[in-house]
């Protein structure tokens, strides 16, 4: 058995899906350090470019939803090939949509709009389908650190984008050289991807007999077990694979209220990526050269915290066996420590100090982000796994469009330090909503 558990050539799968969300990572947040050159040339206001941000966010929550529902009906392969092509296709698309929304609607903002827009969507289901791979490639006691492997493509790919779209910038000297060759590179990524994934570890010919049996059987024994925390009411049908219709979501308060501590999460998320370089250069008057180191600050702490998190919370729960402390307790005090320390970056006058707790505050934040997909996994019918994932996506990802739009208007009429604020309130009423999770319950009737 020892020789069966040490094959673990699974892992190649999961770094690939790792490499797939960094790029998309990348490709969505390079456009942050493009403001300066494309309100300068397009005459964009700080409302106005917080709208065109938060465009990206129609698309994105549209995307989510119907990206869990497709990984569940057609599997994520088809979803990597399809959404992963388009997205890099729009990237590309990215650097002419200005000057196409001028000739045909007299209006950039609304040609950034449309590709915007379209661009999100194709990059929503992307997480959906790396839920929907876990759940049936990850054995159940590695699956929490698997899930934070797979999202360290959030701060990593924050992260790189400093030094990478900063550089391209640099080297070709304009910023629509930069999307066209993000999008060329990701074509690529998404071609050898396809070549070594599939949607089951039985039809993939990588995988030796062994392993593929030894994963089997895993997760054979996790649908016989009895669940960590049943609900009284759990019926046999609910803890089994049987389908059940997707509004029975909403029947389950646990998911709900996961979902809406995962949006503070996103809040998060979302505001750093899109506003930080822009934060930089007005209030403390840094050049687009320093940004390139500047910019990676926020998310170094990020991107140790996430991997810690997975591996936490599974420790948390192999020793107290209890997925509420372990999931629920553990992401409440995450957000609070980060509530708290947004607080101190809004009234922060000196910009190291205020680099120095965002990054602290992204930590924390990015300490808990395995646990809410975890979640998912640990709540719902693996036959509703993408479904339910596309569900809590869609639901947290509206601060996709909320944490720029906003952030727009809040610092036009109050500042930057308005923007943290916000960022606090958000990550606090995530605390409330985390402390009412009770995980391991499965949908049922209500």
Not at 41 to 53: I, T, V
Not at 57 to 85: E, N, T, V
Not at 112 to 137: C, L, T
Not at 318 to 344: D, E, I, N, P, Q
């Amino acid at each position: 058995m020892n020789s069966l558990i040490d094959e673990k050539k699974r892992y190649r799968i999961f770094l690939f899906i790792m490499l797939m969300a960094l790029f998309n990572y990348i490709d969505r947040g390079a456009i942050s350090y493009s403001a300066g050159a494309i309100t300068g040339e397009y005459g964009f206001d700080r409302a106005q470019w917080g709208s065109l941000l938060g465009y990206f966010g129609y698309g994105y929550m549209c995307g989510a939803l119907l990206g869990g529902f497709l990984s569940d009906s057609l599997g994520p392969r088809k979803i990597w090939k399809w959404a992963g092509s388009i997205w890099s296709i729009l990237a590309i698309c990215t650097a002419f949509a200005g000057d196409v929304g001028l000739v045909l609607f007299s209006s950039a903002l609304l040609g950034f709009a449309m590709v915007r827009i379209v661009f999100g969507f194709a990059e929503g289901p992307a997480y959906s389908a790396i839920n929907k791979s876990i759940s049936v490639w990850a054995l159940p006691k590695e699956r929490g650190f698997v899930v934070a492997l797979g999202l360290v493509s959030t701060p990593l790919g924050a992260l790189l984008t400093a030094p990478v779209a900063t550089a391209l910038l640099h080297f070709t000297g304009s910023w629509r050289s930069m999307f066209i060759i993000l999008g060329s590179l990701n074509l690529c990524l998404i071609w050898y991807f396809l070549r070594i994934f599939t949607d089951r570890p039985a039809d993939n010919r990588f995988i030796s007999e062994a392993e593929k049996s030894y994963i089997d059987s895993e997760l054979r024994s996790e649908r016989k077990s009895v669940p960590a925390a049943p609900s009284a009411s759990a019926s046999a049908s609910d803890l089994s694979d049987t389908p059940i219709p997707w509004w029975h979501y909403f029947l389950n308060h646990s998911l709900v209220l996961n979902a809406v501590a995962y949006f503070a999460f996103m809040y998060v998320n979302f505001l750093l990526l899109t506003w930080t370089p822009k934060y930089l250069q007005d209030q403390f008057g840094f050049n687009l050269s320093s940004l390139w180191y500047l910019g990676m600050i926020p998310w170094v702490g990020a991107c140790v915290t996430v991997l810690l998190g997975g591996r936490i919370s599974d420790a948390i729960f192999k020793r107290t066996g209890s997925l509420y402390r372990a999931r629920s307790v553990f992401a409440a005090a995450c957000l609070l420590v980060t509530s708290v320390v947004f607080y101190m970056v809004s009234v922060s006058s000196s910009p190291w100090i205020a680099l120095g707790l965002i990054a602290v505050a992204n930590a924390m934040n990015s300490l808990a982000n395995s646990v809410y997909w975890a979640v998912v996994i640990d709540t719902a019918p693996r036959s509703r796994t993408g479904t339910f994932s596309g569900i809590t996506h869609a639901i947290a990802n509206t601060a996709a469009i909320i944490a720029p739009t906003l952030t727009g208007y809040l610092t036009l009429r109050h500042g930057y330090s308005a923007m943290f604020t916000a960022a606090a309130v958000a990550t606090g009423v995530g605390v409330v909503a985390m402390l009412l999770v009770r995980p391991g319950l499965k949908p049922g009737k209500a």
